[in-house]
């Protein structure tokens, strides 16, 4: 279902949730603001972005909300409104846009005009920052589809649909992907742990800008990796922890040609499956070892 048709849903069920009959307008306020304000007239198509503009649930608050609104004949905070290519798109006050739909009140507007589609986003970034509105999820949403140019939407999407396939409903960690993108892009670097980390934020850095980059092989690389895991079902605290994950692969960074994936997934179903996530670093570390090298005399992990 697309947004326009999640939208009308709402506004059709709010405006049947609260009788607008029950509540008087403070007529004054609505008509001074006619005469200075700038009004969404009822012919001006609204777009969402996408997954941008959070499509609100009906609770409560939202419901309290309504009433307000509707007490002083319409919104009293300007919805903004960016105008790119002939589209006029919310950046911010979509919440107070269904509300003003549902009860047919007065929506007042402030209008910009932007040249590229990416000041949208600088103007949401910058309206919502201090509500932490703007982060992974939404950058992967925004330059996956029509927020990106070509090499953004090749690159996000390929992170989308990887977080998809390991999570199903349940999102893979994206912190932990790029812990494994680090893994594999400076497998000459990683030492410790702390380099995993690090080199982690050196994969990371401008993704909430749209500065992502990952090749189409790269990603074969660390999806497969984590895939092992998932299609073997293994317990999800080997490979969606960070912690274990970051120590199972230090381990195969500093043990080279030793260890191999197929022998380590082989080695934790023999294991019951299990590890304890609560230990500390070291200690899992040796306990991955331990699960490795078990049965097999000739192997001996440097951990």
């Known amino acids: ?20 009959s029950r509540y008087n307008k403070n007529i004054s306020y609505r008509l001074r ?4 304000g700038d009004f969404l007239t009822s012919k001006e198509k609204v777009d969402f972005l996408l997954d941008i503009n959070r499509i609100p649930t009906i609770n409560k608050k939202f419901i309290d909300k309504a009433k307000d609104q509707i007490n002083t004949g319409g919104n009293l905070i300007r919805i903004v409104i960016c105008e790119f290519q002939k589209r006029k798109y919310i950046a911010d006050g979509q919440h107070r846009y269904i509300i003003g739909k549902a009860f047919n009140l007065p929506i007042l507007i402030e209008r910009y005009k ?4 990416k000041d949208i986003l600088n103007f949401m970034k910058s309206i919502n920052s201090n509500q932490n509105v703007w982060d992974n999820n939404q950058a992967i949403k925004f330059y996956s589809s029509e927020g990106g140019n070509r090499n953004q939407r090749a690159n996000y999407t390929r992170i989308k ?11 893979y960690p994206i912190s932990n992907w790029f812990e494994v993108q680090a893994f594999f892009t400076y497998a000459d670097k990683v030492k410790s742990l ?10 990371s850095r401008g993704f909430k800008d749209g500065h992502y ?14 895939q092992q895991f998932r299609i073997n079902n293994i317990h999800e605290d080997f490979w969606r922890n960070a912690k274990v994950l970051r120590c199972i692969m230090r381990l195969f960074a500093i043990n080279k040609n030793k260890m191999k994936i197929d022998r380590l997934i082989k080695q934790i179903k023999n294991n019951h499956n299990y590890i304890d996530s609560k230990k500390e670093d070291t200690e899992i570390q040796q306990d991955i070892k331990a699960i490795y090298e078990k049965g097999y005399k000739r192997i001996n992990l440097v951990a």
Request: aromatic letters at 4%; charged letters at 35%.
């Open 33 to 36: 603001n006619k005469r200075k």
């Open 194 to 203: 702390e380099e995993i980390r690090g080199l982690s934020m050196v994969i």
């Open 213 to 226: 980059k990952i090749t189409p092989q790269m990603y074969n690389k660390c999806l497969d990796f984590i």
């Open 1 to 20: 279902m697309n947004n326009s048709k999640i939208i009308k849903q709402t506004t059709e069920k709010l405006s049947k949730l609260v009788d607008k």
């Open 114 to 117: 932007v040249k590229e589609f």
């Open 161 to 171: 649909k990887a977080r998809q396939i390991l999570g199903n409903d349940n999102h």
